[in-house]
Nanobody
Framework: QVQLVESGGGLVQPGGSLRLSCAAS????????MGWYRQAPGEQRELVAQ???????QYAESVKGRFTVSKDNAKNTVYLQMNSLKPEDTAVYYC?????????WGQGTQVTVSS
């Protein structure tokens, strides 16, 4: 079992920044894939960024150049740095992890971009 706890969401003005955190209950070295997803009201959940243990990170076209994934192995935490935020980035953001062929999800954190 893996527990994932997201934090860092909130209300921000357009053009602002937020950093989301996803703290895992197990070592990141034991997780093969971690992803950040988001779901806006009335929309399907979509992939924002995906980090793979063997090195590559993929980003959705809509966030390339604005969002960056990083990690702190000592804290078992993956971050999503979000810059130049737009109103269309408003959503609940979730992290997930692929751990021994099982997928786990966090509870989500709300990001609202509005003036």
């Amino acid at each position: 079992q893996v527990q994932l706890v997201e934090s860092g969401g909130g209300l921000v003005q357009p053009g602002g920044s937020l950093r989301l955190s996803c703290a895992a209950s197990v070592s990141l070295f034991s997780i093969n894939v971690m992803g950040w997803y988001r779901q806006a009201p009335g929309e399907q959940r979509e992939l924002v960024a995906q980090w793979q243990r063997w090195g590559s990170t993929q980003y959705a076209e809509s966030v390339k150049g604005r969002f960056t994934v990083s990690k702190d192995n000592a804290k078992n935490t993956v971050y999503l740095q979000m810059n130049s935020l737009k109103p269309e980035d408003t959503a609940v953001y979730y992290c997930n992890a692929l751990y021994y062929e099982q997928t786990y999800w966090g509870q989500g954190t709300q990001v609202t971009v509005s003036s």
